[in-house]
């Protein structure tokens, strides 16, 4: 067991060191290109994808939605392109250094480098933007660069994992074994699957939620795995959930709250993102999104409050989406057009408790299991 598990961290660091090696050289490649085009005496300029919902189309093939083939010109011909020109330069050649010298970035130490240094960012928002066009233009994700999010989603339950990280690389651990669940990083994402008790996984938006289902024992009565997204799923928890679902075969079941926000969480998870779309494998086409619906407001009787200004126009968005336009997503978006509330996970809490794992749960799973 142990010479085999010594052949899959070897295959697995060629593996990444063949990934950062190659991301290295379209980088340099990237760079050449500008350098090429100024010794030949014109504007170097950059064509990148149209990152824009009315670019993204739905691929039968990989089952996600991807950016189409609408582009927009960056050149420096135009004196109000040479700012972002410019920005996308540092941001490469940043990654590039990360790259050969081995070191990890987060995306807020990434904007204060770049302060250092003296790039005209404006805000975090703004570089963390640069980075998604870098993204877009070579076709790797930032975590290829080296640079990584703050950790925030977390997992919990029958799962005992084995690092494959320098410095941690054989240390193993069961995911069983920290109530608070285990935070996921670039190292729990990579990290090989050694044995599971689990047959499906709950991925929960909401902490209290998913500390509740932990409580509750919800690992144990419907051996699951607990994932908590902590809102919007982070792109390492995407990338976990995906590969849980296609190394383990274990199903999905997507759990947020009753509102147009809560919609869009779950429709990542299962369509992909629009800001992501340039990128591949980050979706998981068979997760199914098991409420909270719009319609189970009603059906429960839950506490629930009026829609805002701004979930308003988030429906509408939702409406005009293409990931939106068949069932359940569709059915449900009408629902909250007609009734204009939204409610939460925690409402379920008005009748006790352990109501969400004890009754809830077992019914939800028992409908959608029939379709």
Request: aromatic fraction near 10%; charge should be neutral.
């Amino acid at each position: 067991m142990d010479d085999e598990h010594g052949k899959k961290h070897m295959a697995q660091s060629y593996k990444i060191d063949k990934l950062k090696e190659t991301v290295a050289q379209s980088l340099t490649q990237l760079g050449w290109k500008i350098v090429n085009t100024i010794e030949d005496g014109t504007f170097p300029e950059i064509q990148l994808p149209l990152r824009a919902t009315s670019n993204i189309i739905y691929d039968p093939n990989l089952r996600q939605y991807v950016l189409g083939a609408k582009r927009v010109l960056r050149t420096t011909k135009n004196v109000k392109h040479l700012r972002p020109f410019a920005q996308l330069i540092w941001i490469s050649s940043f990654a590039k250094k990360l790259i050969k010298v081995g070191k990890t970035s987060t995306l807020r130490d990434t904007y204060y480098v770049a302060i250092g240094e003296g790039m005209d960012f404006e805000g975090q928002n703004e570089s963390d933007n640069i980075i998604i066009e870098l993204e877009s233009l070579l076709g790797y994700p930032r975590e290829d660069f080296n640079i990584f999010p703050e950790e925030r989603a977390s997992i919990y339950g029958d799962l005992v994992i084995e690092y494959t990280v320098p410095g941690f690389r054989g240390k193993r651990v069961d995911l069983s074994s920290h109530p608070d669940g285990f935070a996921i990083g670039p190292a729990l994402t990579t990290a090989e699957f050694v044995k599971c008790g689990a047959e499906v996984l709950f991925v929960i938006e909401k902490g209290a939620v998913f500390a509740r289902f932990v409580e509750e024992g919800a690992d144990k009565k419907y051996k699951a795995l607990l994932l908590h997204t902590a809102g919007q799923s982070p792109r390492n928890a995407r990338k976990l959930i995906r590969r849980l679902n296609e190394e383990l075969n274990l199903p999905v079941y997507i759990f947020a709250d009753a509102d147009p926000f809560g919609v869009h969480i779950a429709s990542v998870i299962v369509h992909g993102s629009a800001i992501s779309a340039h990128l591949r494998e980050l979706n998981i086409p068979d997760a199914v999104w098991a409420g909270l619906y719009a319609s189970d407001i009603i059906k429960y009787k839950l506490p629930s409050m009026k829609f805002t200004e701004q979930d308003a126009k988030r429906l509408d968005e939702l409406k005009r989406d293409p990931r939106y336009q068949a069932d359940p997503w569709k059915r449900e978006l009408g629902v909250f057009s007609k009734i204009g509330r939204k409610a939460e996970l925690e409402a379920f809490s008005r009748y006790g408790l352990e109501f969400i794992v004890e009754e809830f749960l077992p019914e939800r799973l028992a409908e959608l299991t029939k379709r």
